[in-house]
């Protein structure tokens, strides 16, 4: 009996040495080491022998278990490792082939500057307020102190309408006598993102359509410094810490003193370029103190209140973040354009 | 406006670079919009100081070998005379004159070794170098304005004639006496008083500290006294506050002297002749517009009308009909509204922005009667726009110039005209005032200018002298708590109505650039966001994570561009603009989804694949309404390939309706919402292959479908035969104002979940919507997920019916389900739908 095992052991050790696949290891555990295997058989049969015999043949079937189970376990790694490194080798791709892209869609430039300017400034405790594109003469004009053949009126090339108090607004300033009235006399920082029209030539540089966000804020102690403040910080969170501001007079009817921002050339850093038109200096906004006409049409005193308010294109601060050179890109809508962002 | 640097230190020193006093003036609110540098440092040709001189003409002799040259002998400051070969046509009258040098002739000269354009090269630089000129040797050239960069004359040679108001001396550098810097400056509407030489060198004086020269008005009058020669009467005292007249006689016509035209041109007027450039100059000096007209023309005909009595000047409103020829030769037909200056027999001209044809100054003219007035700047500025007439009096009276003004302006021209023109000035001046014109006083809290700039520490006194630098007269500054200014403006200024107008002066003067930047530290106010923009906001994101691109579309259409959408045109009212700029942007549109059609047919000319959406209002007009509702909707358009091509993957399968209901089903998803899909009609879209979507409750929020043919064809989509087009149309509003404001979030299960396939063989009638309606109800809550992946007609199945193959996800929230509980419910599906919808185990 001990002899057969013994064979058995020799002639199991031998057939693993020739098993080379994983196919064949199982076949080969199957027949040696499974449960109806040729061992297991063999530890059953000790009732046929001797029982004086018995403790070594048992030992002995328990050590060619082990050995075999060794030698199987060892013999498996490298099978396996090796099958592995053949898939391996046959499965190797071209990695230069395209791959399976999913269709990407993305957003309109305007809204991406449009996001960036409004969580600028959220982050200040400035609320988004909208109004309509469709206004009285009284929100587009008269309550920001441009009465009736105001010249200032001429700046702006206006969109009429059939009936003659009903125009498509030339600025969100539009707004701003709204939200006073509606928040008065609360504190205000609101933003009035929007649609404005300009009855103007369309050319690369002029547009009968373009969004604008204006800015106000009123409080009891709101000053020019603080405008100043405030937009410099705007400045240099929208176009880089490294930016300067520049404020300069200029003239709104709605705001007194009035200011145009300029933002050093982030392009050439205020050196001269072309972008800049070699001032280095880039214009970003209009801006002042609300004018006390305006604030008084808003419900607030002036003797009491003060604000200030500032209103700027996303499209020109995309053309120039962007480098775009050309407004009407905007709403031709073309993919070959938007898909660039 | 154009200023000469040159011209402007007449009135102000100037210790800056042409650059930094473009800057000071910028910040201070005269935004500079170009700046030319001639001759000096930083110009396009820099005038060498060694090379390029003043030379005086001494003598012109005739060259012996040539018609076309002759020889110049120069003084330019050297021991010796030089002599040039030129061939400038404006010397050869002084050929064979003897000595000139009595005449006191100049000319720039440049020597061998110097820079000038070349006119025969595109005026590109060019080194002068010696060589004979027809047999005698030339190493210098007298230049013609455009050889040094001044402008584009080439007639000859530059000749600067002394006279006794400017004396020169041969060999100084050019650059000393033309070496100039012309600022251009934008003059917005409330600067009007910076629209002229002294009106800039004020600011310049308040901005620097420097003080300002005011030009003499003092005239010598020597003449017969106008006194009961001319009388002036106005029927609008309002659009005509004052007129000053003068009468200047014996005006010998002319050319104005150099400096003069000199100043003219550069900034930027043509000289013509003595009178007219006296006029133009005193314009741009001081801003005061005036008329010269021909005096022995309105003689003759006061002759007709009063033969003993004076001129008489009457500014009125024009006639219904009325018609006026201008100077430029233009006959107008004139409105009810113009302002005219007429006399009994006529108009004369169009007030305050240009003269007649018939009364201007003629070659022949010796007499002339000069006219400044004020005008009403609201009714110029109609007018100028009625007329289409934009003049440099027009600009200046458009804006406002202040009836001060006016005498001034005429003392300064009479006295130029007696001066350079050789005129004689009568006695007196005949000044009509309708209207008085009250100074405008502000009081001024110093308290009030502290808490609207920011800059604490301002006292009266400071804020005193700032006002003073700009002329302003302010008293209280020593008075009480000298706290409060009584500030009155110059006569000069008309846009100061408030205090607020004197915060921005002392800001202004006190330099924007020195206030502080300071943190708002005001109250912070309550902060409430803004929900509807945050959703709409929230569909675009969606939107593009499922693929699409945002548009942003023209919101000005027409209502035949819109009819292409329908085939019919929209009867319901359109905003309409009353001036549109094209004739294919008139109207608000009503549908945003014809805005992105037209945006999309364009783009299929060149991308076979489409896919955009935009969020957007519309803008339909109720009857009776003046204003709008303005309503968010959503449109999207897609078509073409459903893939990119690739390697595995031709890219030809073409999109259809189940892609775009994809889309809508994901953005519900992605809302945490659900909405219901309906067959329906709707112009514009496929029947048969259009849905309506609405919310569980049945209220309609959109359609959804494959275009009609009919309308992919009148927008003209480059798309292939067949292909589908695909768009949806929502209401956001709607959509947005229903949405669960906290959707509750479902727990992870805990117990797996067993998935079973089901087909079922069905009416082909029955929608795959009602099977799944039925299957749902049928299957209780343990079935959690019903997936359709197959339907089929055909072969082994009946005629008149279909084959539909369902996943169906058992889960329990409360135990493992065993195969036998999946067994029971599957059962007890089976036989419910033949009840309900007559479906059979396939």
Same mark, same amino acid.
């Given at each position: 009996?001990?002899?057969?095992?013994?064979?058995?052991?020799?002639?199991?050790?031998?057939?693993?040495?020739?098993?080379?696949?994983?196919?064949?290891?199982?076949?080969?555990?199957?027949?040696?080491?499974?449960?109806?295997?040729?061992?297991?058989?063999?530890?059953?049969?000790?009732?046929?022998?001797?029982?004086?015999?018995?403790?070594?043949?048992?030992?002995?079937?328990?050590?060619?278990?082990?050995?075999?189970?060794?030698?199987?376990?060892?013999?498996?790694?490298?099978?396996?490792?090796?099958?592995?490194?053949?898939?391996?080798?046959?499965?190797?791709?071209?990695?230069?082939?395209?791959?399976?892209?999913?269709?990407?869609?993305?957003?309109?430039?305007?809204?991406?500057?449009?996001?960036?300017?409004?969580?600028?400034?959220?982050?200040?405790?400035?609320?988004?307020?909208?109004?309509?594109?469709?206004?009285?003469?009284?929100?587009?004009?008269?309550?920001?102190?441009?009465?009736?053949?105001?010249?200032?009126?001429?700046?702006?090339?206006?969109?009429?309408?059939?009936?003659?108090?009903?125009?498509?607004?030339?600025?969100?300033?539009?707004?701003?006598?709204? @939200? $006073?009235?509606? !928040?008065?006399?609360?504190? &205000? %920082?609101?933003?009035?993102?929007?649609?404005?029209?300009?009855? #103007? /030539?369309?050319?690369?540089?002029?547009?009968?359509?373009?969004?604008?966000?204006?800015?106000?804020?009123?409080?009891?102690?709101?000053?020019?410094?603080?405008?100043?403040?405030?937009?410099?910080?705007?400045?240099?969170?929208?176009?880089?810490?490294?930016?300067?501001?520049?404020?300069?007079?200029?003239?709104?009817?709605?705001?007194?003193?009035?200011?145009?921002?300029?933002?050093?050339?982030?392009?050439?850093?205020?050196?001269?370029?072309?972008?800049?038109?070699?001032?280095?200096?880039?214009?970003?906004?209009?801006?002042?103190?609300?004018?006390?006409?305006?604030?008084?049409?808003?419900?607030?005193?002036?003797?009491?209140?003060?604000?200030?308010?500032?209103?700027?294109?996303?499209?020109?601060? @995309? $053309?120039?973040? !962007?480098?775009?050179?050309? &407004? %009407?890109?905007?709403?031709?809508?073309?993919?070959?354009?938007? #898909? /660039?962002? | 406006?154009?200023?000469?640097?040159?011209?402007?230190?007449?009135?102000?020193?100037?210790?800056?670079?042409?650059?930094?006093?473009?800057?000071?003036?910028?910040?201070?609110?005269?935004?500079?919009?170009?700046?030319?540098?001639?001759?000096?440092?930083?110009?396009?040709?820099?005038?060498?100081?060694?090379?390029?001189?003043?030379?005086?003409?001494?003598?012109?002799?005739?060259?012996?070998?040539?018609?076309?040259?002759?020889?110049?002998?120069?003084?330019?400051?050297?021991?010796?005379?030089?002599?040039?070969?030129?061939?400038?046509?404006?010397?050869?009258?002084?050929?064979?004159?003897?000595?000139?040098?009595?005449?006191?002739?100049?000319?720039?000269?440049?020597?061998?070794?110097?820079?000038?354009?070349?006119?025969?090269?595109?005026?590109?630089?060019?080194?002068?170098?010696?060589?004979?000129?027809?047999?005698?040797?030339?190493?210098?050239?007298?230049?013609?304005?455009?050889?040094?960069?001044?402008?584009?004359?080439?007639?000859?040679?530059?000749?600067?004639?002394?006279?006794?108001?400017?004396?020169?001396?041969?060999?100084?550098?050019?650059?000393?006496?033309?070496?100039?810097?012309?600022?251009?400056?934008?003059?917005?509407?409330?600067?009007?008083?910076?629209?002229?030489?002294?009106?800039?060198?004020?600011?310049?004086?308040?901005?620097?500290?420097?003080?300002?020269?005011?030009?003499?008005?003092?005239?010598?009058?020597?003449?017969?006294?106008?006194?009961?020669?001319?009388?002036?009467?106005?029927?609008?005292?309002?659009?005509?506050?004052?007129?000053?007249?003068?009468?200047?006689?014996?005006?010998?016509?002319?050319?104005?002297?150099?400096?003069?035209?000199?100043?003219?041109?550069?900034?930027?007027?043509?000289?013509?002749?003595?009178?007219?450039?006296?006029?133009?100059?005193?314009?741009?000096?001081?801003?005061?517009?005036?008329?010269?007209?021909?005096?022995?023309?309105?003689?003759?005909?006061?002759?007709?009308?009063?033969?003993?009595?004076?001129?008489?000047?009457?500014?009125?409103?024009?006639?219904?009909?009325?018609?006026?020829?201008?100077?430029?030769?233009?006959?107008?037909?004139?409105?009810?509204?113009?302002?005219?200056?007429?006399?009994?027999?006529?108009?004369?001209?169009?007030?305050?922005?240009?003269?007649?044809?018939?009364?201007?100054?003629?070659?022949?003219?010796?007499?002339?009667?000069?006219?400044?007035?004020?005008?009403?700047?609201?009714?110029?500025?109609?007018?100028?726009?009625?007329?289409?007439?934009?003049?440099?009096?027009?600009?200046?009276?458009?804006?406002?110039?202040?009836?001060?003004?006016?005498?001034?302006?005429?003392?300064?021209?009479?006295?130029?005209?007696?001066?350079?023109?050789?005129?004689?000035?009568?006695?007196?001046?005949?000044?009509?005032?309708?209207?008085?014109?009250?100074?405008?006083?502000?009081?001024?809290?110093?308290?009030?200018?502290?808490?609207?700039?920011?800059?604490?520490?301002?006292?009266?006194?400071?804020?005193?002298?700032?006002?003073?630098?700009?002329?302003?007269?302010?008293?209280?500054?020593?008075?009480?708590?000298?706290?409060?200014?009584?500030?009155?403006?110059?006569?000069?200024?008309?846009?100061?109505?408030?205090?607020?107008?004197?915060?921005?002066?002392?800001?202004?003067?006190?330099?924007?650039?020195?206030?502080?930047?300071?943190?708002?530290?005001?109250?912070?106010?309550?902060?409430?966001?803004?929900?509807?923009?945050?959703?709409?906001?929230?569909?675009?994101?969606?939107?593009?994570?499922?693929?699409?691109?945002?548009?942003?579309?023209?919101?000005?259409?027409?209502?035949?561009?819109?009819?292409?959408?329908?085939?019919?045109?929209?009867?319901?009212?359109?905003?309409?603009?009353?001036?549109?700029?094209?004739?294919?942007?008139?109207?608000?549109?009503?549908?945003?989804?014809?805005?992105?059609?037209?945006?999309?047919?364009?783009?299929?000319?060149?991308?076979?694949?489409?896919?955009?959406?935009?969020?957007?209002?519309?803008?339909?007009?109720?009857?009776?309404?003046?204003?709008?509702?303005?309503?968010?909707?959503?449109?999207?358009?897609?078509?073409?390939?459903?893939?990119?091509?690739?390697?595995?993957?031709?890219?030809?399968?073409?999109?259809?309706?189940?892609?775009?209901?994809?889309?809508?089903?994901?953005?519900?998803?992605?809302?945490?919402?659900?909405?219901?899909?309906?067959?329906?009609?709707?112009?514009?879209?496929?029947?048969?292959?259009?849905?309506?979507?609405?919310?569980?409750?049945?209220?309609?929020?959109?359609?959804?479908?494959?275009?009609?043919?009919?309308?992919?064809?009148?927008?003209?989509?480059?798309?292939?035969?067949?292909?589908?087009?695909?768009?949806?149309?929502?209401?956001?509003?709607?959509?947005?104002?229903?949405?669960?404001?906290?959707?509750?979030?479902?727990?992870?299960?805990?117990?797996?979940?067993?998935?079973?396939?089901?087909?079922?063989?069905?009416?082909?009638?029955?929608?795959?919507?009602?099977?799944?309606?039925?299957?749902?109800?049928?299957?209780?809550?343990?079935?959690?997920?019903?997936?359709?992946?197959?339907?089929?007609?055909?072969?082994?199945?009946?005629?008149?019916?279909?084959?539909?193959?369902?996943?169906?996800?058992?889960?329990?929230?409360?135990?493992?389900?065993?195969?036998?509980?999946?067994?029971?419910?599957?059962?007890?599906?089976?036989?419910?739908?033949?009840?309900?919808?007559?479906?059979?185990?396939?």
């Amino acid at each position: 009996m001990i002899e057969t095992l013994e064979s058995m052991y020799q002639e199991a050790k031998d057939r693993l040495d020739a098993a080379d696949s994983t196919e064949a290891l199982e076949d080969w555990f199957r027949a040696h080491l499974g449960r109806k295997g040729e061992i297991q058989l063999m530890s059953r049969k000790m009732g046929e022998i001797e029982p004086a015999d018995r403790p070594l043949f048992g030992r002995r079937v328990n050590e060619v278990k082990q050995s075999l189970q060794g030698a199987f376990d060892l013999r498996s790694a490298d099978v396996k490792q090796r099958e592995m490194n053949a898939s391996i080798a046959r499965d190797a791709l071209d990695v230069t082939l395209p791959g399976r892209r999913p269709q990407r869609g993305g957003l309109h430039p305007s809204t991406r500057v449009m996001r960036d300017i409004y969580r600028i400034f959220g982050d200040m405790g400035f609320q988004i307020y909208r109004s309509s594109d469709v206004v009285t003469d009284q929100e587009n004009f008269e309550w920001l102190n441009m009465p009736p053949e105001h010249p200032a009126r001429d700046m702006q090339d206006t969109f009429y309408t059939t009936d003659e108090n009903v125009l498509l607004r030339t600025h969100t300033s539009a707004g701003q006598v709204l @939200a $006073m009235r509606e !928040y008065h006399p609360e504190p &205000i %920082r609101v933003i009035l993102p929007g649609m404005c029209y300009r009855n #103007e /030539q369309i050319t690369a540089r002029s547009e009968i359509q373009f969004h604008q966000i204006e800015g106000l804020a009123v409080g009891h102690h709101i000053t020019f410094a603080d405008l100043k403040g405030t937009l410099t910080e705007f400045a240099k969170r929208l176009f880089g810490e490294n930016r300067q501001t520049r404020f300069r007079a200029s003239y709104f009817p709605f705001t007194e003193p009035s200011a145009e921002m300029d933002v050093s050339c982030f392009q050439c850093d205020a050196k001269g370029c072309r972008l800049c038109k070699y001032t280095g200096w880039l214009e970003i906004l209009g801006c002042g103190m609300v004018h006390p006409v305006v604030l008084e049409y808003g419900g607030y005193d002036p003797n009491e209140y003060s604000g200030f308010a500032f209103g700027m294109g996303p499209e020109r601060i @995309a $053309m120039l973040k !962007y480098g775009i050179d050309d &407004i %009407r890109y905007f709403w031709s809508s073309d993919l070959r354009f938007l #898909e /660039q962002f | 406006m154009r200023v000469p640097i040159s011209w402007l230190k007449e009135y102000v020193d100037v210790d800056l670079s042409p650059t930094e006093l473009d800057s000071l003036l910028t910040n201070a609110g005269m935004e500079g919009v170009g700046l030319e540098i001639i001759g000096l440092e930083g110009a396009d040709l820099v005038w060498d100081r060694e090379l390029v001189l003043l030379a005086q003409v001494l003598k012109v002799d005739r060259h012996p070998e040539a018609d076309k040259l002759v020889l110049a002998s120069v003084d330019y400051g050297a021991d010796e005379p030089k002599t040039v070969v030129t061939g400038a046509p404006n010397l050869f009258q002084y050929l064979d004159q003897g000595d000139l040098s009595d005449r006191r002739l100049f000319s720039p000269m440049v020597l061998e070794g110097a820079t000038y354009l070349d006119p025969y090269k595109d005026l590109k630089p060019r080194k002068l170098k010696g060589k004979p000129l027809r047999g005698i040797y030339n190493d210098a050239m007298l230049c013609s304005p455009v050889e040094l960069g001044l402008g584009e004359d080439h007639d000859g040679i530059l000749l600067i004639q002394e006279d006794e108001h400017r004396a020169y001396r041969a060999g100084t550098p050019l650059q000393d006496v033309l070496g100039d810097a012309v600022l251009d400056i934008d003059v917005i509407p409330n600067i009007a008083r910076c629209a002229s030489i002294v009106g800039i060198a004020r600011e310049v004086a308040a901005l620097t500290g420097a003080e300002l020269r005011m030009p003499s008005l003092d005239v010598q009058m020597d003449g017969e006294p106008i006194a009961g020669r001319v009388e002036i009467h106005t029927e609008h005292p309002e659009l005509n506050p004052r007129f000053v007249a003068m009468v200047i006689e014996g005006v010998e016509q002319k050319p104005s002297p150099f400096w003069m035209q000199h100043r003219l041109r550069l900034a930027g007027q043509r000289p013509i002749n003595v009178v007219v450039d006296i006029s133009n100059y005193v314009l741009l000096e001081l801003g005061q517009p005036n008329h010269t007209f021909d005096y022995d023309f309105l003689r003759a005909r006061a002759d007709q009308y009063a033969p003993d009595g004076p001129i008489r000047l009457i500014t009125r409103l024009a006639h219904e009909g009325e018609t006026l020829t201008t100077l430029d030769g233009v006959e107008h037909e004139l409105r009810t509204n113009n302002i005219l200056v007429t006399d009994p027999e006529g108009n004369l001209s169009v007030g305050g922005i240009m003269g007649g044809h018939d009364s201007e100054i003629r070659p022949e003219t010796t007499n002339v009667l000069l006219e400044a007035a004020a005008w009403n700047f609201i009714n110029i500025r109609r007018t100028q726009r009625q007329l289409a007439m934009h003049t440099e009096a027009g600009f200046r009276f458009s804006r406002g110039v202040h009836p001060a003004q006016a005498e001034r302006g005429a003392r300064r021209v009479a006295e130029l005209l007696r001066v350079l023109a050789g005129g004689t000035v009568a006695e007196g001046i005949v000044d009509y005032r309708p209207l008085e014109i009250e100074p405008v006083v502000v009081e001024l809290e110093v308290s009030y200018v502290r808490r609207l700039s920011g800059l604490t520490d301002l006292d009266g006194a400071q804020v005193a002298d700032l006002l003073r630098r700009l002329e302003f007269e302010v008293e209280g500054e020593n008075a009480g708590d000298g706290e409060t200014l009584r500030v009155t403006a110059p006569d000069h200024r008309i846009d100061i109505e408030g205090p607020h107008d004197l915060v921005e002066e002392v800001c202004r003067i006190y330099g924007y650039h020195r206030i502080p930047m300071t943190v708002l530290a005001d109250s912070l106010p309550p902060q409430r966001g803004n929900p509807s923009l945050e959703a709409e906001e929230n569909v675009k994101d969606i939107l593009v994570e499922l693929g699409l691109h945002e548009a942003i579309t023209y919101r000005l259409t027409t209502p035949e561009a819109e009819a292409r959408l329908s085939g019919e045109p929209d009867e319901s009212p359109y905003v309409r603009l009353a001036n549109p700029s094209t004739q294919d942007r008139a109207v608000m549109r009503h549908s945003l989804l014809a805005s992105v059609l037209e945006v999309a047919a364009g783009n299929s000319r060149f991308r076979r694949r489409l896919a955009l959406f935009e969020v957007g209002n519309i803008f339909p007009l109720a009857e009776g309404k003046d204003r709008p509702e303005e309503l968010a909707k959503l449109a999207m358009v897609v078509a073409g390939p459903r893939d990119h091509a690739h390697w595995q993957n031709d890219g030809e399968s073409m999109m259809d309706f189940f892609d775009l209901k994809g889309v809508v089903e994901c953005l519900a998803e992605g809302l945490q919402t659900e909405w219901v899909f309906e067959p329906t009609e709707q112009a514009g879209f496929r029947p048969g292959k259009t849905a309506r979507i609405s919310l569980a409750d049945g209220t309609a929020v959109g359609v959804l479908g494959e275009l009609h043919p009919l309308t992919v064809e009148r927008y003209e989509f480059r798309v292939e035969k067949d292909q589908p087009v695909l768009a949806a149309e929502l209401d956001l509003d709607l959509i947005l104002g229903r949405l669960d404001a906290t959707p509750s979030v479902d727990p992870v299960p805990v117990y797996p979940a067993i998935r079973e396939d089901l087909a079922l063989v069905v009416d082909a009638g029955l929608s795959a919507g009602q099977v799944r309606d039925a299957l749902r109800e049928a299957g209780g809550p343990l079935l959690v997920k019903v997936e359709l992946f197959d339907v089929y007609q055909g072969e082994h199945v009946e005629a008149g019916k279909k084959s539909l193959a369902y996943h169906l996800t058992f889960q329990s929230r409360s135990k493992t389900l065993k195969d036998k509980d999946v067994e029971k419910q599957r059962r007890r599906i089976l036989a419910q739908l033949e009840k309900t919808v007559g479906a059979t185990l396939r």
